[in-house]
Protein backbone atom coordinates (compact mmCIF):
# COMPACT_ATOMS: atom_id res chain seq x y z
CA UNK A 1 0.00 0.00 0.00
CA UNK A 2 1.40 3.57 -1.03
CA UNK A 3 0.28 7.25 -0.40
CA UNK A 4 0.67 10.20 -2.02
CA UNK A 5 2.93 12.77 0.16
CA UNK A 6 2.08 16.75 0.30
CA UNK A 7 3.56 19.62 1.74
CA UNK A 8 0.88 21.95 2.71
CA UNK A 9 2.24 25.84 3.02
CA UNK A 10 1.10 28.15 4.77
CA UNK A 11 1.64 32.26 5.10
CA UNK A 12 1.48 33.11 9.01
CA UNK A 13 1.75 36.53 7.65
CA UNK A 14 -1.86 36.41 6.58
CA UNK A 15 -0.45 38.24 3.07
CA UNK A 16 1.56 41.07 5.63
CA UNK A 17 5.48 39.47 4.11
CA UNK A 18 4.38 40.09 0.95
CA UNK A 19 2.90 43.54 0.99
CA UNK A 20 5.28 44.89 3.51
CA UNK A 21 8.63 43.35 3.18
CA UNK A 22 10.04 45.79 0.04
CA UNK A 23 9.84 48.96 2.00
CA UNK A 24 11.27 47.16 5.03
CA UNK A 25 13.27 44.79 4.16
CA UNK A 26 14.58 46.16 0.60
CA UNK A 27 14.10 42.37 -0.42
CA UNK A 28 10.40 41.17 -1.65
CA UNK A 29 9.40 38.27 0.76
CA UNK A 30 6.12 36.53 -0.67
CA UNK A 31 5.22 34.89 3.12
CA UNK A 32 6.58 33.96 6.48
CA UNK A 33 5.79 29.96 5.31
CA UNK A 34 4.42 27.52 8.26
CA UNK A 35 4.21 23.96 6.51
CA UNK A 36 3.29 20.34 7.26
CA UNK A 37 3.18 17.38 5.84
CA UNK A 38 -0.01 15.30 4.27
CA UNK A 39 0.18 11.43 4.37
CA UNK A 40 -2.56 8.60 4.70
CA UNK A 41 -5.38 11.36 5.17
CA UNK A 42 -3.49 13.25 8.18
CA UNK A 43 -1.95 16.22 8.46
CA UNK A 44 1.55 16.39 10.75
CA UNK A 45 3.32 19.34 12.16
CA UNK A 46 5.49 20.92 14.89
CA UNK A 47 4.45 23.58 17.33
CA UNK A 48 3.39 22.58 20.56
CA UNK A 49 4.89 18.84 19.83
CA UNK A 50 3.97 17.08 16.84
CA UNK A 51 0.13 17.45 16.03
CA UNK A 52 -2.42 15.74 13.92
CA UNK A 53 -5.44 16.93 12.27
CA UNK A 54 -7.36 15.54 9.21
CA UNK A 55 -5.79 17.68 6.77
CA UNK A 56 -6.54 21.48 6.21
CA UNK A 57 -8.42 21.51 9.86
CA UNK A 58 -5.71 22.91 11.63
CA UNK A 59 -5.46 26.09 13.62
CA UNK A 60 -4.06 27.45 10.15
CA UNK A 61 -6.93 27.17 7.99
CA UNK A 62 -6.26 25.99 4.60
CA UNK A 63 -3.17 25.79 2.64
CA UNK A 64 -1.57 28.95 0.50
CA UNK A 65 -0.14 26.14 -1.59
CA UNK A 66 0.15 22.25 -1.98
CA UNK A 67 3.51 20.59 -3.00
CA UNK A 68 3.49 17.10 -4.27
CA UNK A 69 6.61 15.45 -2.50
CA UNK A 70 5.65 12.07 -4.28
CA UNK A 71 4.64 8.90 -2.91
CA UNK A 72 5.75 6.65 0.06
CA UNK A 73 5.66 2.64 0.00
CA UNK A 74 6.22 2.84 3.85
CA UNK A 75 2.97 1.23 5.66
CA UNK A 76 0.94 4.00 8.00
CA UNK A 77 2.08 1.28 11.01
CA UNK A 78 5.86 2.58 9.91
CA UNK A 79 4.99 6.35 9.51
CA UNK A 80 3.01 6.16 13.04
CA UNK A 81 6.01 4.41 14.65
CA UNK A 82 8.38 6.84 12.84
CA UNK A 83 6.66 10.13 14.23
CA UNK A 84 6.27 8.76 18.07
CA UNK A 85 9.87 8.39 17.86
CA UNK A 86 10.39 11.95 16.93
CA UNK A 87 7.99 13.28 19.66
CA UNK A 88 11.11 13.67 22.08
CA UNK A 89 12.56 15.12 19.50
CA UNK A 90 10.25 17.73 18.18
CA UNK A 91 8.88 19.24 22.07
CA UNK A 92 7.73 22.26 22.78
CA UNK A 93 10.66 23.38 24.68
CA UNK A 94 13.27 22.59 21.59
CA UNK A 95 11.17 24.88 19.55
CA UNK A 96 12.95 27.69 17.75
CA UNK A 97 11.22 30.04 15.47
CA UNK A 98 14.82 30.58 13.07
CA UNK A 99 16.56 27.08 13.86
CA UNK A 100 14.72 24.41 14.91
CA UNK A 101 10.85 24.80 13.56
CA UNK A 102 7.96 23.62 11.54
CA UNK A 103 9.66 23.44 8.76
CA UNK A 104 12.59 21.09 9.88
CA UNK A 105 10.23 18.96 10.75
CA UNK A 106 8.35 18.85 7.54
CA UNK A 107 11.62 18.60 5.92
CA UNK A 108 12.65 15.33 8.30
CA UNK A 109 9.68 14.05 8.04
CA UNK A 110 9.44 14.42 3.71
CA UNK A 111 13.17 13.24 3.35
CA UNK A 112 11.98 10.09 5.45
CA UNK A 113 8.86 9.46 3.53
CA UNK A 114 10.56 10.02 -0.05
CA UNK A 115 13.80 10.97 0.44
CA UNK A 116 13.05 14.55 -1.16
CA UNK A 117 14.11 17.37 0.66
CA UNK A 118 11.52 20.29 1.43
CA UNK A 119 12.20 23.75 -1.47
CA UNK A 120 15.10 25.16 -0.15
CA UNK A 121 13.21 28.89 -0.66
CA UNK A 122 11.11 27.58 2.62
CA UNK A 123 14.37 26.37 4.74
CA UNK A 124 16.58 29.39 4.16
CA UNK A 125 13.78 31.93 4.80
CA UNK A 126 15.30 32.37 8.19
CA UNK A 127 18.46 33.32 7.03
CA UNK A 128 17.51 35.34 4.21
CA UNK A 129 15.08 37.45 6.43
CA UNK A 130 17.75 37.92 9.40
CA UNK A 131 20.91 39.24 6.69
CA UNK A 132 18.80 42.13 5.62
CA UNK A 133 18.85 45.19 8.41
CA UNK A 134 15.33 44.54 9.75
CA UNK A 135 16.45 41.37 10.31
CA UNK A 136 19.03 42.32 12.18
CA UNK A 137 16.82 44.54 14.59
CA UNK A 138 14.54 41.73 14.78
CA UNK A 139 16.80 39.32 16.05
CA UNK A 140 17.62 40.50 19.35
CA UNK A 141 13.77 40.26 19.57
CA UNK A 142 13.37 36.68 18.42
CA UNK A 143 16.93 35.57 20.29
CA UNK A 144 15.05 36.43 23.41
CA UNK A 145 12.00 34.65 22.82
CA UNK A 146 13.09 31.56 21.66
CA UNK A 147 16.98 31.86 22.46
CA UNK A 148 20.60 32.41 20.37
CA UNK A 149 20.14 31.08 16.67
CA UNK A 150 23.34 29.07 15.47
CA UNK A 151 22.12 30.02 11.87
CA UNK A 152 24.98 31.59 9.10
CA UNK A 153 24.21 34.56 9.74
CA UNK A 154 25.77 38.35 9.78
CA UNK A 155 26.12 39.48 12.87
CA UNK A 156 28.20 42.95 11.85
CA UNK A 157 26.71 46.03 12.69
CA UNK A 158 23.86 46.88 10.37
CA UNK A 159 22.51 50.19 9.37
CA UNK A 160 20.05 51.10 12.31
CA UNK A 161 16.77 50.03 11.22
CA UNK A 162 13.95 50.41 14.19
CA UNK A 163 11.26 47.68 14.08
CA UNK A 164 8.02 49.80 13.57
CA UNK A 165 4.69 49.15 15.83
CA UNK A 166 3.43 47.11 12.34
CA UNK A 167 6.62 45.11 12.16
CA UNK A 168 6.83 44.42 15.84
CA UNK A 169 3.62 43.04 15.95
CA UNK A 170 4.12 41.06 12.70
CA UNK A 171 6.54 39.23 14.37
CA UNK A 172 4.15 38.20 17.68
CA UNK A 173 1.72 37.13 15.89
CA UNK A 174 4.17 34.62 13.96
CA UNK A 175 5.36 33.61 16.79
CA UNK A 176 2.23 32.67 18.64
CA UNK A 177 0.83 31.76 15.34
CA UNK A 178 3.83 29.04 14.68
CA UNK A 179 3.54 27.87 18.30
CA UNK A 180 0.07 27.47 18.33
CA UNK A 181 -1.57 23.56 18.37
CA UNK A 182 -3.76 21.32 19.80
CA UNK A 183 -3.64 21.10 23.75
CA UNK A 184 -0.89 18.02 24.84
CA UNK A 185 -3.23 15.39 26.73
CA UNK A 186 -3.26 15.52 30.46
CA UNK A 187 -3.04 12.40 32.26
CA UNK A 188 -6.43 12.77 34.04
CA UNK A 189 -9.29 13.36 31.49
CA UNK A 190 -12.60 14.20 33.05
CA UNK A 191 -15.16 12.74 30.27
CA UNK A 192 -19.05 12.85 29.78
CA UNK A 193 -19.86 10.31 27.23
CA UNK A 194 -19.06 6.82 26.57
CA UNK A 195 -17.50 8.18 22.90
CA UNK A 196 -15.20 9.77 25.18
CA UNK A 197 -14.13 6.74 26.85
CA UNK A 198 -13.75 4.60 24.14
CA UNK A 199 -11.76 7.80 22.68
CA UNK A 200 -9.21 7.41 25.13
CA UNK A 201 -9.18 3.64 25.49
CA UNK A 202 -8.39 2.90 21.90
CA UNK A 203 -5.48 6.02 22.10
CA UNK A 204 -3.59 4.48 25.21
CA UNK A 205 -1.43 1.43 25.40
CA UNK A 206 -2.81 1.62 29.40
CA UNK A 207 -6.07 3.05 30.69
CA UNK A 208 -7.90 2.89 34.06
CA UNK A 209 -11.36 4.56 34.07
CA UNK A 210 -12.84 5.51 37.47
CA UNK A 211 -16.56 5.34 37.47
CA UNK A 212 -17.48 7.99 40.30
CA UNK A 213 -20.84 9.84 40.70
CA UNK A 214 -21.55 12.93 43.11
CA UNK A 215 -23.96 10.99 45.37
CA UNK A 216 -21.05 8.73 46.88
CA UNK A 217 -19.23 9.55 49.36
CA UNK A 218 -16.78 6.29 49.08
CA UNK A 219 -15.63 7.81 45.62
CA UNK A 220 -14.69 11.87 47.35
CA UNK A 221 -12.23 9.57 49.20
CA UNK A 222 -10.74 7.87 46.91
CA UNK A 223 -11.01 10.43 43.95
CA UNK A 224 -7.32 12.84 45.52
CA UNK A 225 -5.83 9.75 45.70
CA UNK A 226 -6.28 8.18 42.47
CA UNK A 227 -5.43 11.25 40.22
CA UNK A 228 -2.27 11.92 42.77
CA UNK A 229 -1.30 8.06 42.52
CA UNK A 230 -1.92 8.48 38.50
CA UNK A 231 0.48 12.05 38.92
CA UNK A 232 2.71 9.62 40.69
CA UNK A 233 2.99 6.84 38.02
CA UNK A 234 3.46 9.64 35.02
CA UNK A 235 6.79 11.09 36.06
CA UNK A 236 8.20 10.72 32.38
CA UNK A 237 7.41 13.01 29.65
CA UNK A 238 5.71 10.25 27.76
CA UNK A 239 2.32 9.48 29.56
CA UNK A 240 2.13 5.96 30.27
CA UNK A 241 -1.23 5.54 32.28
CA UNK A 242 -4.07 7.56 31.24
CA UNK A 243 -6.59 8.06 33.88
CA UNK A 244 -10.42 8.80 33.05
CA UNK A 245 -12.72 10.31 35.55
CA UNK A 246 -16.19 8.50 34.58
CA UNK A 247 -19.30 10.42 36.52
CA UNK A 248 -21.99 7.99 36.23
CA UNK A 249 -24.56 10.69 36.86
CA UNK A 250 -23.59 13.27 34.23
CA UNK A 251 -22.48 10.81 31.46
CA UNK A 252 -25.15 11.92 28.46
CA UNK A 253 -25.46 8.64 26.69
CA UNK A 254 -25.86 4.93 28.43
CA UNK A 255 -22.13 4.93 29.01
CA UNK A 256 -22.98 3.46 32.27
CA UNK A 257 -25.23 0.60 31.37
CA UNK A 258 -22.56 -0.17 28.19
CA UNK A 259 -19.77 -0.78 30.92
CA UNK A 260 -21.77 -2.67 32.86
CA UNK A 261 -21.38 0.05 36.34
CA UNK A 262 -23.83 -1.26 38.86
CA UNK A 263 -21.62 0.59 41.59
CA UNK A 264 -19.30 3.30 42.42
CA UNK A 265 -16.94 3.61 42.64
CA UNK A 266 -15.77 1.11 40.01
CA UNK A 267 -12.00 0.79 38.67
CA UNK A 268 -11.60 -0.53 34.85
CA UNK A 269 -8.55 -1.18 33.41
CA UNK A 270 -7.65 -1.43 30.08
CA UNK A 271 -4.78 -2.37 28.39
CA UNK A 272 -4.38 -1.93 24.24
CA UNK A 273 -7.44 -1.45 23.73
CA UNK A 274 -9.01 -4.58 26.05
CA UNK A 275 -10.36 -4.76 29.41
CA UNK A 276 -7.85 -6.31 31.67
CA UNK A 277 -9.25 -6.08 34.96
CA UNK A 278 -11.63 -4.65 37.42
CA UNK A 279 -12.78 -4.21 40.81
CA UNK A 280 -15.29 -2.28 42.85
CA UNK A 281 -14.62 -0.23 46.37
CA UNK A 282 -12.54 2.74 47.56
CA UNK A 283 -9.45 -0.17 48.36
CA UNK A 284 -6.33 2.40 48.16
CA UNK A 285 -3.89 -0.70 48.24
CA UNK A 286 -6.40 -2.42 45.90
CA UNK A 287 -5.90 0.09 43.18
CA UNK A 288 -2.06 0.83 43.66
CA UNK A 289 -1.96 -3.00 42.93
CA UNK A 290 -3.86 -3.01 40.56
CA UNK A 291 -2.52 0.03 38.85
CA UNK A 292 0.78 -1.52 39.15
CA UNK A 293 0.37 -5.05 37.54
CA UNK A 294 -1.31 -3.37 34.75
CA UNK A 295 1.99 -1.47 34.26
CA UNK A 296 4.03 -4.49 34.51
CA UNK A 297 1.89 -6.17 31.52
CA UNK A 298 1.46 -3.06 29.38
CA UNK A 299 5.78 -2.24 29.96
CA UNK A 300 7.48 -5.49 30.59
CA UNK A 301 11.24 -4.92 32.39
CA UNK A 302 13.62 -6.03 29.65
CA UNK A 303 14.78 -9.68 30.34
CA UNK A 304 18.31 -8.18 31.03
CA UNK A 305 17.51 -6.80 33.76
CA UNK A 306 16.14 -9.88 35.18
CA UNK A 307 19.83 -11.22 35.92
CA UNK A 308 22.88 -9.95 37.88
CA UNK A 309 24.75 -7.71 35.54
CA UNK A 310 27.29 -5.66 37.74
CA UNK A 311 30.56 -5.26 35.60
CA UNK A 312 28.36 -4.17 32.63
CA UNK A 313 25.62 -1.86 34.64
CA UNK A 314 28.31 -0.26 36.02
CA UNK A 315 29.97 0.49 32.70
CA UNK A 316 30.30 4.86 32.74
CA UNK A 317 28.25 5.91 30.10
CA UNK A 318 30.29 8.71 28.59
CA UNK A 319 32.32 9.16 25.54
CA UNK A 320 35.36 9.00 25.89
CA UNK A 321 36.61 12.71 23.87
CA UNK A 322 40.13 14.17 22.72
CA UNK A 323 39.79 17.65 24.18
CA UNK A 324 43.06 18.73 25.40
CA UNK A 325 44.56 21.68 23.91
CA UNK A 326 48.01 20.15 21.74
CA UNK A 327 51.32 22.97 21.68
CA UNK A 328 49.93 25.43 20.27
CA UNK A 329 52.70 27.15 18.89
CA UNK A 330 54.73 24.14 17.68
CA UNK A 331 50.87 23.22 15.83
CA UNK A 332 51.23 26.61 14.25
CA UNK A 333 54.58 26.70 13.44
CA UNK A 334 54.13 23.07 11.79
CA UNK A 335 51.27 24.39 10.31
CA UNK A 336 52.65 27.69 8.78
CA UNK A 337 55.69 25.62 7.31
CA UNK A 338 53.38 23.08 5.32
CA UNK A 339 51.73 26.69 3.77
CA UNK A 340 54.99 27.49 2.91
CA UNK A 341 55.83 24.21 1.17
CA UNK A 342 52.72 23.78 -0.23
CA UNK A 343 53.14 27.61 -1.73
CA UNK A 344 49.73 28.31 -0.05
CA UNK A 345 49.44 31.85 0.88
CA UNK A 346 46.67 33.11 3.24
CA UNK A 347 44.82 36.25 2.91
CA UNK A 348 44.89 38.62 5.82
CA UNK A 349 41.49 38.00 6.73
CA UNK A 350 42.73 34.02 7.06
CA UNK A 351 45.64 34.87 8.78
CA UNK A 352 43.79 36.84 11.44
CA UNK A 353 40.91 34.25 11.48
CA UNK A 354 44.19 31.69 12.44
CA UNK A 355 45.43 33.69 14.83
CA UNK A 356 41.66 34.13 16.22
CA UNK A 357 41.46 30.04 16.45
CA UNK A 358 44.52 30.09 19.01
CA UNK A 359 43.39 32.81 21.63
CA UNK A 360 40.30 31.39 21.07
CA UNK A 361 41.62 28.17 22.10
CA UNK A 362 43.57 29.62 24.81
CA UNK A 363 40.66 31.01 26.63
CA UNK A 364 42.00 34.86 25.43
CA UNK A 365 38.27 35.03 24.38
CA UNK A 366 34.96 33.70 24.34
CA UNK A 367 33.93 33.99 20.55
CA UNK A 368 35.26 33.30 17.37
CA UNK A 369 34.01 33.09 13.47
CA UNK A 370 33.25 29.91 13.65
CA UNK A 371 31.59 30.34 9.74
CA UNK A 372 34.86 32.03 8.35
CA UNK A 373 36.69 28.89 9.94
CA UNK A 374 34.70 26.39 8.12
CA UNK A 375 35.40 27.97 4.87
CA UNK A 376 39.35 28.22 5.30
CA UNK A 377 39.00 24.39 6.36
CA UNK A 378 37.43 23.73 2.90
CA UNK A 379 40.29 25.92 1.18
CA UNK A 380 43.25 24.20 3.23
CA UNK A 381 41.67 20.87 3.12
CA UNK A 382 42.01 20.95 -0.72
CA UNK A 383 45.11 22.57 -0.70
CA UNK A 384 47.34 21.23 1.57
CA UNK A 385 48.98 17.74 0.57
CA UNK A 386 47.71 14.51 2.26
CA UNK A 387 50.99 14.63 4.83
CA UNK A 388 50.79 18.35 5.41
CA UNK A 389 46.55 17.74 6.96
CA UNK A 390 47.41 17.10 10.25
CA UNK A 391 48.17 20.46 11.71
CA UNK A 392 44.79 21.96 10.51
CA UNK A 393 43.09 18.33 11.50
CA UNK A 394 44.41 18.98 15.23
CA UNK A 395 43.00 22.19 15.50
CA UNK A 396 40.16 21.25 14.52
CA UNK A 397 40.18 18.03 16.56
CA UNK A 398 40.26 20.45 19.70
CA UNK A 399 37.82 22.89 18.49
CA UNK A 400 34.71 20.45 17.88
CA UNK A 401 33.89 19.99 21.40
CA UNK A 402 33.12 23.67 22.32
CA UNK A 403 29.55 24.02 22.27
CA UNK A 404 30.02 27.11 20.21
CA UNK A 405 31.49 25.35 17.48
CA UNK A 406 29.86 21.63 17.59
CA UNK A 407 26.26 23.66 17.83
CA UNK A 408 27.19 25.56 14.51
CA UNK A 409 27.62 22.26 12.89
CA UNK A 410 23.96 21.17 13.85
CA UNK A 411 22.29 22.68 10.80
CA UNK A 412 24.98 21.11 8.38
CA UNK A 413 27.75 18.78 9.42
CA UNK A 414 28.25 17.58 5.86
CA UNK A 415 32.37 19.49 6.37
CA UNK A 416 33.14 16.58 9.20
CA UNK A 417 31.94 13.98 6.89
CA UNK A 418 34.23 15.20 4.23
CA UNK A 419 37.18 14.86 6.80
CA UNK A 420 36.36 11.21 7.80
CA UNK A 421 36.06 10.14 4.45
CA UNK A 422 40.19 11.04 4.31
CA UNK A 423 40.81 8.69 6.50
CA UNK A 424 39.75 5.60 4.12
CA UNK A 425 39.74 7.04 0.81
CA UNK A 426 43.48 9.12 0.60
CA UNK A 427 46.61 8.52 1.36
CA UNK A 428 47.35 9.58 4.70
CA UNK A 429 49.99 9.32 7.41
CA UNK A 430 49.89 7.98 11.01
CA UNK A 431 49.74 11.63 12.20
CA UNK A 432 46.67 12.30 9.47
CA UNK A 433 44.74 9.26 10.51
CA UNK A 434 45.18 9.77 14.06
CA UNK A 435 43.22 13.39 14.36
CA UNK A 436 40.62 12.20 11.58
CA UNK A 437 39.71 9.46 14.55
CA UNK A 438 39.70 11.90 16.92
CA UNK A 439 37.31 13.86 15.42
CA UNK A 440 35.55 11.07 15.11
CA UNK A 441 35.34 10.70 18.65
CA UNK A 442 34.89 13.88 19.55
CA UNK A 443 31.74 13.86 17.79
CA UNK A 444 30.39 12.67 20.57
CA UNK A 445 30.88 15.83 22.67
CA UNK A 446 27.35 17.41 21.20
CA UNK A 447 24.74 14.44 22.07
CA UNK A 448 22.67 16.12 19.44
CA UNK A 449 25.46 16.09 16.83
CA UNK A 450 26.49 12.84 17.01
CA UNK A 451 23.09 11.30 16.91
CA UNK A 452 21.47 13.74 14.31
CA UNK A 453 24.23 13.68 11.58
CA UNK A 454 26.47 10.39 12.73
CA UNK A 455 24.29 7.20 14.31
CA UNK A 456 20.84 8.10 13.86
CA UNK A 457 18.44 6.30 10.80
CA UNK A 458 17.87 10.07 9.29
CA UNK A 459 18.00 10.27 5.87
CA UNK A 460 20.08 12.81 5.77
CA UNK A 461 22.91 11.26 8.30
CA UNK A 462 26.99 10.58 7.53
CA UNK A 463 26.22 7.33 9.37
CA UNK A 464 27.97 5.28 6.54
CA UNK A 465 31.22 7.08 6.89
CA UNK A 466 31.81 7.09 10.29
CA UNK A 467 31.37 3.73 10.58
CA UNK A 468 33.53 3.20 7.06
CA UNK A 469 36.50 5.03 9.38
CA UNK A 470 35.79 2.71 12.05
CA UNK A 471 35.93 -0.43 10.42
CA UNK A 472 38.87 0.53 8.41
CA UNK A 473 40.95 1.57 11.43
CA UNK A 474 40.21 -1.25 13.73
CA UNK A 475 42.40 -3.28 11.65
CA UNK A 476 45.13 -0.94 11.60
CA UNK A 477 48.65 -2.17 11.81
CA UNK A 478 49.37 0.72 14.17
CA UNK A 479 48.42 0.29 17.86
CA UNK A 480 47.60 3.97 18.75
CA UNK A 481 45.65 4.00 15.99
CA UNK A 482 43.40 0.47 16.98
CA UNK A 483 43.06 2.49 20.38
CA UNK A 484 41.69 5.48 18.73
CA UNK A 485 39.72 3.58 16.94
CA UNK A 486 38.34 1.37 19.59
CA UNK A 487 37.82 4.76 21.54
CA UNK A 488 35.09 5.68 18.59
CA UNK A 489 33.40 2.30 18.35
CA UNK A 490 33.23 2.62 22.55
CA UNK A 491 31.34 6.31 21.96
CA UNK A 492 28.86 4.52 18.93
CA UNK A 493 27.74 1.80 21.43
CA UNK A 494 28.05 4.49 24.39
CA UNK A 495 25.39 6.70 22.35
CA UNK A 496 23.58 3.12 21.33
CA UNK A 497 23.20 2.64 25.57
CA UNK A 498 22.29 6.03 26.47
CA UNK A 499 19.20 6.05 24.11
CA UNK A 500 18.22 2.77 25.44
CA UNK A 501 18.61 3.77 28.93
CA UNK A 502 16.03 6.77 28.33
CA UNK A 503 13.66 4.61 26.22
CA UNK A 504 13.40 2.51 29.17
CA UNK A 505 13.09 5.24 31.70
CA UNK A 506 10.42 6.90 29.70
CA UNK A 507 12.87 10.30 29.32
CA UNK A 508 14.32 9.54 25.97
CA UNK A 509 15.03 12.46 23.97
CA UNK A 510 17.89 12.08 21.69
CA UNK A 511 18.00 13.38 18.41
CA UNK A 512 16.38 10.47 16.60
CA UNK A 513 16.24 7.03 16.35
CA UNK A 514 19.07 5.20 16.22
CA UNK A 515 18.18 0.97 16.67
CA UNK A 516 19.32 -0.34 13.46
CA UNK A 517 19.74 -4.52 13.31
CA UNK A 518 21.92 -4.25 10.16
CA UNK A 519 23.98 -1.47 11.19
CA UNK A 520 25.00 -3.18 14.35
CA UNK A 521 25.43 -6.26 12.79
CA UNK A 522 28.29 -4.77 10.47
CA UNK A 523 29.54 -3.14 13.73
CA UNK A 524 29.73 -5.86 15.58
CA UNK A 525 30.57 -7.76 13.57
CA UNK A 526 33.70 -5.47 12.38
CA UNK A 527 34.64 -5.44 16.79
CA UNK A 528 34.68 -9.21 17.09
CA UNK A 529 36.65 -9.59 13.94
CA UNK A 530 39.21 -6.87 15.46
CA UNK A 531 39.03 -8.45 19.39
CA UNK A 532 40.03 -11.76 17.64
CA UNK A 533 43.54 -10.01 16.48
CA UNK A 534 44.40 -7.53 19.71
CA UNK A 535 47.04 -8.44 21.92
CA UNK A 536 46.93 -4.87 23.51
CA UNK A 537 45.06 -5.63 26.80
CA UNK A 538 43.75 -1.69 26.86
CA UNK A 539 42.48 -1.86 23.46
CA UNK A 540 40.73 -5.38 24.54
CA UNK A 541 39.03 -3.55 27.34
CA UNK A 542 37.42 -0.75 25.33
CA UNK A 543 36.09 -3.28 22.52
CA UNK A 544 34.92 -5.89 24.88
CA UNK A 545 33.04 -2.65 26.56
CA UNK A 546 31.67 -1.70 23.35
CA UNK A 547 30.31 -5.08 22.70
CA UNK A 548 28.37 -5.27 26.24
CA UNK A 549 26.82 -1.64 25.14
CA UNK A 550 25.24 -2.91 22.11
CA UNK A 551 24.07 -6.36 23.28
CA UNK A 552 22.48 -4.75 27.15
CA UNK A 553 18.96 -3.71 26.65
CA UNK A 554 18.90 -4.34 23.00
CA UNK A 555 15.33 -5.13 21.39
CA UNK A 556 14.63 -8.79 21.93
CA UNK A 557 14.56 -9.16 18.15
CA UNK A 558 18.35 -7.86 18.04
CA UNK A 559 20.37 -10.30 16.10
CA UNK A 560 23.43 -9.05 17.77
CA UNK A 561 23.47 -12.19 20.71
CA UNK A 562 23.06 -14.48 18.31
CA UNK A 563 26.05 -13.62 15.96
CA UNK A 564 28.09 -13.23 18.80
CA UNK A 565 27.13 -16.78 20.02
CA UNK A 566 27.71 -18.10 16.36
CA UNK A 567 31.30 -16.02 15.99
CA UNK A 568 31.96 -18.36 19.25
CA UNK A 569 32.92 -15.13 21.27
CA UNK A 570 33.01 -16.71 24.67
CA UNK A 571 35.74 -19.11 23.24
CA UNK A 572 37.43 -15.88 21.75
CA UNK A 573 37.10 -15.05 24.80
CA UNK A 574 38.89 -17.96 26.86
CA UNK A 575 41.68 -17.92 24.88
CA UNK A 576 42.39 -14.41 25.06
CA UNK A 577 42.46 -15.31 29.09
CA UNK A 578 44.62 -18.69 28.63
CA UNK A 579 47.07 -16.04 26.55
CA UNK A 580 47.26 -13.70 29.62
CA UNK A 581 45.95 -10.87 27.57
CA UNK A 582 42.70 -10.75 29.78
CA UNK A 583 43.85 -10.33 33.50
CA UNK A 584 42.71 -7.08 34.88
CA UNK A 585 39.54 -7.36 37.15
CA UNK A 586 37.31 -5.44 34.61
CA UNK A 587 37.82 -6.78 31.67
CA UNK A 588 37.27 -10.02 33.29
CA UNK A 589 33.97 -8.51 34.60
CA UNK A 590 32.78 -7.71 31.52
CA UNK A 591 33.44 -10.89 29.88
CA UNK A 592 31.42 -12.85 32.39
CA UNK A 593 28.51 -10.41 31.99
CA UNK A 594 28.79 -11.20 27.94
CA UNK A 595 28.65 -14.58 28.34
CA UNK A 596 25.66 -14.41 30.25
CA UNK A 597 24.28 -12.04 27.68
CA UNK A 598 25.02 -14.14 25.08
CA UNK A 599 23.72 -17.31 26.63
CA UNK A 600 20.28 -15.68 27.39
CA UNK A 601 19.85 -14.18 23.89
CA UNK A 602 20.15 -18.20 22.31
CA UNK A 603 17.70 -19.71 25.09
Keep these: MSSSVKLYVYDLSMGLAKSMSVAYTGKQIDGIWHTSVVVYGKEFFYGQGIMITPPGQSQHGQPV ?38 NTFSNDLCQFLTGK ?23 PHIEGMFGRSNLNINRAPQP ?33 SGADIDKWISEYKAVIVFFTSASCPPCRVIHPKFEELIKEKN ?98 NKLYEF ?71 LSNAIQIANLLEIGYTRDINKATWLMILRIGCNIFSNSQLSVTHFTSLLPSSHRAQLTQLLITSLLASDQQIRQTAASLVYNYSTSIANERLEKENGTFSGTAEQEDDDW ?27 LAKFLFLAPVDSSAGPLLSTLDIENIMNEKK ?9 VLGISRDLAVLVQQSTQ
Excluded at 66 to 81: N, R
Design 235 to 332: DHPQIKILGVVADTSSLVDAAAMKYNIRATPTFQLYLNGSKYSEFKGADYAELKSQIDILLFEAYPPHPHRKVLLRSIVDQPNVPILYTTVGKLDIIY
Design 65 to 102: ETIEMGDTFLPLEVVMEYIDSQRSIFTPERYHLLDFNC
Design 339 to 409: LEKDEIRLTSEQDTLLKQVKNYLLDKTDTMDVKGWSQLIDVLIQKLSNDHLFPILDLFRTLLPRRHVSSFY
Design 160 to 192: PTQPTPETVSLLQNVSSSALSGASVANVIQNVR
Design 578 to 586: KQGIMVSSK
Design 117 to 139: AIPNHITDLPAEFLNTPLGQSFL
Design 520 to 546: EIEVVSAIVDAFSKETDEGIVHRLLAA
